[in-house]
């Protein structure tokens, strides 16, 4: 959500640092898994066990303990209420039993942590019912299928589409709040409609027919490309300077991976070999494109860390897309162009943390005499 929404009460200081390592743990442990499939030779423990989790749970780690956790905190910021940080606890907590290996209990505190998620949203809807809420609602309800097919033993492809339904409900719907004020062409919000439900519907038929599935889920992630690129206030924000523009590219361009992503579903539903392509275009290049768009205004307004935009908030986002490129674009070429375009993935994900805490140091450094000055005043 905007700054605005979520610049309410965010807890004690140790709440949000306990909450903060919860996602590093998630993240890092989703990455590792994620450049171990690929390939990449990660310095891990020998003895461990938790790498092996963490490959074999990659999917969960990154869309539910991960990025569950941190939509839910957002989520529970905006509702001002201190039961609704259950539901990213409870996603948090999920994802380090995975990583111990009690996967049974796990699963179902991933439908624990979904359930409250949804009676979070419910309760904003109810608040204010607008669109965009209702959506929010459905992306929520979405993760709670997918996390209850998981807790009762549905495979990983068959819960993915859910918890991918989850992500993209909430990042449209976020970007139908930015741009509520806008006026629209006759027809735009059917067309979304039509979209969104589409992308619904191809998560139901993926359970019973996984071709067919295949085939709707990636005509409505083209479509929905085409109407984020068509109708979002990007467009207009392109030409701005400073953040504003930042924001836009990261947009823009994760619109063109959604829309990549969707033309690699209908070739894997189609028999082609591009399920990499669709997962990763997707995941990586639509998704963590608009975090790394919403970052700089999200994550100030939740840990009340104020950051110093720059130009260097680029530099992670070329990473991003150039390696995914090289991964996704060579990686059916020769196997090495996927583990390096992964490993340049997993990099661009620890230099945009870099960024963010040296944001945050910059602005610190140039604003901290006026504070200071101000409060001998």
């Not at 859910?162 to 067309?191: D, H, K, N, V």
């Not at 910059?362 to 409060?375: E, I, N, V």
């Amino acid at each position: 959500m905007v700054a605005e929404a979520v610049a309410g009460r965010a807890g004690p200081l140790a709440g949000r640092i306990a909450f903060v390592a919860l996602v590093v743990v998630a993240l890092v442990a989703g990455v590792i898994g994620g450049l171990l499939r690929a390939g990449v030779a990660v310095p891990v423990p020998a003895q461990a066990a938790w790498p092996g989790q963490a490959v074999l749970s990659h999917a969960f780690l990154m869309m539910s303990a991960f990025m569950g956790t941190v939509i839910g905190l957002e989520r529970a910021v905006a509702a001002k209420r201190v039961a609704a940080f259950a539901a990213p606890a409870a996603s948090a907590a999920s994802g380090l039993l995975m990583l111990a290996g009690a996967a049974a209990p796990a699963r179902w505190l991933g439908v624990l942590a979904a359930l409250v998620f949804v009676f979070v949203n419910a309760a904003l809807w109810a608040r204010q019912r607008a669109v965009h809420t209702a959506w929010l609602l459905a992306g929520a309800l979405a993760w709670l299928v997918g996390n209850t097919l998981f807790a009762l033993g549905a495979t990983v492809a068959v819960a993915t589409p859910w918890w991918f339904c989850f992500l993209i409900l909430t990042i449209a719907a976020e970007r139908l709040e930015m741009t509520r004020l806008m006026r629209r062409r006759r027809g735009a919000s059917a067309l979304l409609l039509a979209c969104l439900a589409t992308l619904l519907v191809a998560a139901v038929a993926f359970v019973v027919a996984p071709a067919i599935g295949g085939v709707l889920f990636g005509v409505s992630l083209i479509a929905l490309a085409a109407w984020l690129a068509t109708f979002d206030i990007a467009r207009r924000t392109i030409a701005a300077q400073g953040l504003s523009r930042y924001m836009a590219i990261c947009l823009l361009t994760g619109y063109g991976w959604l829309a990549v992503s969707g033309l690699a579903w209908l070739a894997t539903a189609l028999g082609h070999a591009a399920r990499d392509v669709a997962l990763h275009a997707l995941g990586l290049g639509f998704v963590f494109s608009m975090m790394l768009g919403h970052a700089p205004v999200i994550l100030p307004a939740l840990t009340r860390v104020k950051v110093q935009f720059g130009w260097f908030f680029y530099l992670p986002l070329i990473l991003l897309h150039v390696s995914l490129a090289v991964r996704l674009l060579l990686g059916g070429v020769d196997f090495r162009y996927l583990s390096w375009g992964a490993a340049g993935n997993a990099a661009a994900i620890v230099l945009f943390a870099a960024t963010m805490a040296g944001a945050a140091w910059l602005w610190r450094r140039q604003h901290a005499p006026a504070h200071a000055a101000a409060a001998r005043d």
